[in-house]
């Protein structure tokens, strides 16, 4: 069973940074597709970024190419998403996903709980 916990999340204002985790355990992720949406208040769900475990391929959402980094640490199980030059239309629930297989639209199968994040103006 795949499980995907997200941390990292918070209340910070217009300008900051913030480093959201996501720690994956259940599997050897070797041959997944790791990645970040976000939904917004009355949104849909929004694609951020995905990259296959082996790093050789990376997308990001046009919105937030610049702004935005996905990383991992494969000893740890971990992938990040790092928000620098934070704006209030960031303001959403951050959720880690993974799955086998990438194609778009993206679809993961194993979604985290999410993570709140709230920009201030």
């Known amino acids: 069973q795949v499980q995907l916990v997200e941390s990292g999340g918070g209340l910070v204002q217009a300008g900051g940074s913030l480093r959201l985790s996501c720690a994956a355990s259940?599997?050897?992720?070797?041959?997944?597709?790791m990645g970040w949406f976000r939904q917004a208040p009355g949104k849909e769900r929004q694609f951020v970024a995905a990259?296959?475990?082996?790093?050789?391929?990376?997308y990001y959402a046009d919105s937030v190419k610049g702004r935005f980094t996905i990383s991992r640490d494969n000893a740890k199980n971990t992938v990040y998403l790092q928000i620098d030059s934070l704006k209030p239309e960031d303001t959403a629930v951050y959720y880690c996903?993974?799955?086998?297989?990438?194609?778009?639209?993206?679809?993961?199968?194993?979604w985290g709980q999410g993570t709140q994040v709230t920009v201030s103006s």
């Open positions: 996903a993974a799955d086998q297989d990438y194609r778009r639209p993206w679809s993961p199968d194993y």
């Open positions: 259940g599997r050897t992720f070797s041959s997944y597709w």
């Open positions: 990259f296959s475990w082996s790093g050789r391929s990376l």
